[in-house]
């Protein structure tokens, strides 16, 4: 059973901090890696994809992974009350018969307080 | 970008009914997915197809059924609503290869009553 993992949260920071989301995964083939946001009422936005070890940079989004460690994050810097939302990690991977799938975590819900 | 559009944002149907769900995708993409999703339980598959008249089941299909005529339209079927399916639904595309993201619909937000 493939499984992603995510603090449900709620995460608290004041505006103007960094907000730092976490996921981890337990399939090790996995190769492509997501990050949604999603506001109450709507649907997952894709934000961030990410697919080799490192970090990638995308305006105030940082997304970081680390294969061997099974485990991608997200930073979101100069955070803004308009980032307070739902954080989704969803995780792909090339096993047979998913190859097409995305696993989603259950979310970590971001409060960025005034 | 990518449009996903889902045909209702908002649908009410009584208990017993047959419902449609219709989901239309400008990209050509291959893979066309329906969740549903509920508070506390996360995003849930329930069908997603491959490829025109192909259908693989997800992790919940039962009381479901699904149709792809052509490939940029996939509709969602509740053979009889039954208020345990009261939900919002979700429907996503992407391309064939394995790698690349889900791009979802707004959404419909179904009441069974």
């Known amino acids: 059973q493939k499984e992603v993992e995510q603090n449900s949260g709620p995460l608290s920071v004041p505006e103007g901090a960094i907000a730092s989301l976490n996921c981890t995964y337990s399939?090790?083939?996995?190769?492509?890696f997501f990050w949604y946001r999603q506001y109450s009422g709507k649907s997952p936005e894709l934000i961030m994809s990410?697919?080799?070890?490192g970090d990638k940079e995308d305006g105030r989004f940082t997304a970081q992974l680390n294969k061997a460690s099974q485990y991608v994050s997200l930073l979101i810097r100069d955070s803004q009350p308009s980032d307070s939302a739902t954080y989704l990690c969803?995780?792909?991977?090339?096993?047979?018969?998913?190859?097409?799938?995305?696993?989603f975590g259950s979310g970590t819900q971001l409060t960025v307080l005034p | 970008d990518v449009k996903v559009t889902q045909s209702s944002r908002y649908l009410v149907k009584r208990t017993g009914e047959k419902v449609f769900l219709e989901c239309v995708q400008d990209?050509?993409?291959?893979?066309m997915f329906w969740y549903r999703q509920d508070p506390g339980l996360g995003l849930r598959l329930i069908y997603f197809?491959?490829?025109?008249?192909?259908?693989e089941k997800g992790d919940i299909p039962e009381g479901y059924s699904v149709s792809r005529e052509k490939k940029e339209r996939f509709s969602l079927i509740l053979e009889s609503a039954s208020t345990n399916q009261t939900s919002m639904y979700l429907c996503?595309?992407?391309?064939?290869?394995?790698?690349?993201?889900?791009?979802f619909g707004d959404g419909t937000r179904l009441s069974i009553l």
């Open positions: 996503a595309s992407s391309l064939e290869v394995g790698n690349q993201p889900q791009h």
């Open positions: 399939d090790r083939v996995s190769q492509s």
């Open positions: 990410i697919y080799s070890n």
């Open positions: 969803a995780v792909n991977s090339i096993s047979s018969g998913s190859a097409r799938q995305l696993t």
């Open positions: 990209m050509d993409h291959e893979n």
């Open positions: 197809s491959y490829d025109v008249k192909m259908k």
